[in-house]
């Protein structure tokens, strides 16, 4: 796993998907500085710049353009605002030069409903259900069934979820 969370896009195209919604300035191919609000940005680096002010490759040329496009490849170099130091994305280089490539607490762990159905099977293994219940069917501790005189508990308490109790001392499996 990379820093930035997948195989596709180095640090510096994430910082610049950062950078979305902030002012920069670019410098192209031709000479020109444009300067504007940075709208979108792909992972060419095509950039779509609303607000911008064109200085052209002439000195002394300047216009306004309210949206311009400015394709990765015309690009010479980026100034990106300040604010961007403190980009979460910099906390996760951190914490993988730190550990040595693992990902950070949270990241690539299941959520919603699978998190809820990865969460219950391991329960299951460790040998508890652990659902709203606490694990223990339809009332009473385990296997302590019903109190004194009481029949004995079937299935060893498990409740729902568990597997059910060998048959004429066979094993669950039928082996």
């Known amino acids: 796993m990379s820093v930035v969370g997948n195989n596709r896009v180095g640090i510096p195209i994430v910082l610049l998907h950062d950078a979305e919604g902030a002012v920069v300035t670019v410098e192209t191919k031709r000479g020109e500085l444009i300067r504007g609000l940075l709208f979108e940005a792909e992972d060419m680096m095509n950039l779509y710049i609303k ?15 309210d949206q311009m496009y400015v394709r990765g490849t015309e690009i010479m170099f980026i100034v990106l ?6 980009a979460p994305m910099f906390q996760r280089i951190k914490h993988w030069r730190k550990h ?10 299941a959520v919603g409903q699978t998190a809820a159905i990865l969460r219950k099977a391991g329960e299951r293994r460790r040998g508890g259900f652990g659902g709203r219940g606490g694990g223990f069917g339809r009332g009473g501790p385990p296997m302590g069934g019903r109190g004194p005189g009481g029949p004995p508990p079937m299935g060893g308490g498990m ?4 597997p059910p109790p060998p048959q004429h001392g066979g094993s669950y499996y039928g082996r």
């Open 159 to 162: 409740g729902r979820g568990g």
């Open 100 to 109: 040595g490539g693992a990902p950070p607490e949270g990241v690539g762990m």
């Open 51 to 65: 607000k911008a002010v064109v200085h052209g490759p002439t000195p002394g040329a300047k216009r306004k353009v």
């Open 81 to 86: 605002p300040e604010m961007l130091r403190h």
